[in-house]
Structure formats: C-alpha cells, structure tokens
C-alpha cells in the first residue's frame, strides 16, 4: 500500500493543508474520526461520492451527516439507473432533508456514442464498456471534482482483487491531486450492514431481492447466494476488469479509462 508521503508532490493542496496531512497515521484512525478531520479541513471544498447502490455510500453519508448536517454529498446519474436508486434518492432528500447533487453527463457525448456503437454497446466489447463508463460516469466525475480539495469514497479492500491494497487517505493523481479519502477501507461487509442496521441507514430495496451491489441496471444481475459479492456488476468480464474506472489509479493497469 502506497504511504501518503511518497505522493505528496503531486497533491495541489495549500501548504497550511499539507501540514496536517504529512505523518498522520490515518491506519490507525476509525471511520469517524477521518470524517471528523475531513470535514474540520476540508468542507465545503468536500463531497462524498455515493452510488446509491451499496451500503457504504449511505453509511458514510449517516456518519458525514452527524457530524455536520450541511455535509455535501453527489451521485453520477448515469440515465441507466434502475428506479430503487432514484426513489433511494428521494428516501434520503426526505429522511436528512438534505441536498443531493445530481451529475449529470455530457448530452453531447451520450448521443454521439449512442448513435454511433447503439444503446447496449457494453456487451459488445471491453473497449466499449469502458467507453459507455468513461462518457456517463469517469467524465462527469472528473468535472465535479474540479472544484474540490477532497472527496469520499465507500471503497472497501475486501470488495474486489481491484481494491485490495486501497490506503484510508491517498493523493488522486487522476483528478487533479486532491485527496481522496477511504475511511471504511479496512471494514468488512458484515461492519457496514451492522452499522446500517443500528442506524436505521435507508439502504437500496434491491439488496433485498438478491442483488448485493447496484450498479446501471444493463450492467447489475443477481448474485446466487455464496458467490462473490461483485461478480453481479458486468458479470461477462474477468474479475480484473470489473471497474468502472472512477477508482483506477494513473499507475495502474487500464490507466485513462
Ligand atoms: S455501468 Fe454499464 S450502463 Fe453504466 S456507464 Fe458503465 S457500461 Fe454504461
């Protein structure tokens, strides 16, 4: 795992910021008191990333909530969500009364995609599965997080050979050099649906009908009980594979999808 003082030439942080960030063992922080040092440094130049599609997004946003209800929290509408997301949306607009930023990408671009390789092109190739999630989630992605300092993330290190080795707080190279923060990546799943369920954290309806992680509805299947967890999201690819992109470090294999 990359420490984060290997990664500070490329962060663009202030160096008042930067003070706070050099030798703090975050390892060894819980959850809440990374979002607690979060938000005293970084908010409002700080927005959790929640796909409304796992726990973890909902979870960290009870936790970010608690701590300062004008916490800011965003969801890529990719236009291919199934409907229990959007009507999770609506669940938590009314239970936090809170304010969630809905991006949205570029109309130029999904049309020219779809006109030229058609609405399903996803299952055709790898090329243009990343394409699909490069023009609807990476890109509008990027261009939110321009006007931040940092963001939050539900990566967990046990959901995916992919994020394995992902640090609490690291420097996100591919958005600009802000940080990008981790808090749950040593919990496991049982810690996060524990914690949803203490809390009574409205989660997504479609958990309940076997679908363990909720991604586009095109690219979501049901998972048999007993198999992994992810191998419901683009279930025709190698498990390597199995990103979308938004969290694909510059230095890793599939860099720029
Ligand atoms: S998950 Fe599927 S539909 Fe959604 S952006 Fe990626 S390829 Fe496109």
Not at 15 to 22: E, T
Not at 26 to 37: G, Q, Y
Request: hydrophobic letters at 30%; a neutral charge.
């Amino acid at each position: 795992m990359k420490r984060l003082g290997t990664q500070i030439s490329k962060i663009r942080l202030k160096n008042s910021h930067l003070d706070k960030l050099i030798d703090r063992d975050f390892e060894s922080m819980t959850a809440v008191d990374i979002l607690t040092w979060s938000v005293d440094n970084f908010h409002p130049r700080l927005s959790l990333s929640c796909s409304f599609g796992n726990p973890e997004g909902l979870v960290l946003l009870d936790m970010l909530h608690s701590i300062e209800p004008s916490s800011r929290v965003y969801v890529l509408d990719t236009g291919r969500l199934p409907q229990a997301t959007y009507d999770l949306i609506d669940r938590v607009r009314d239970k936090y009364q809170k304010k969630v930023e809905i991006i949205f990408p570029s109309n130029c671009s999904v049309q020219e995609m779809v006109q030229k390789h058609g609405p399903n092109l996803f299952y055709e190739s790898l090329e243009k599965r990343q394409l699909c999630c490069r023009v609807r989630k990476v890109a509008p992605n990027k261009e939110y997080l321009r006007g931040l300092d940092a963001y939050v993330t539900g990566l967990r290190r046990s959901q995916n050979v992919t994020r394995s080795e992902t640090p609490k707080v690291e420097v996100d190279g591919e958005k600009g050099g802000i940080l990008k923060i981790n808090p749950l990546a040593d919990w496991t799943s049982d810690d996060v649906w524990a914690y949803a369920r203490v809390h009574k954290v409205p989660t997504n309806r479609l958990h309940g009908e076997s679908y363990p992680s909720v991604g586009c509805d095109p690219c979501t299947r049901v998972v048999p009980e007993g198999e992994d967890p992810r191998s419901g999201r683009w279930w025709w690819e190698n498990p390597e594979t199995r990103e979308c992109g938004l969290h694909v470090g510059e230095e890793s294999e599939g860099s720029g999808i």
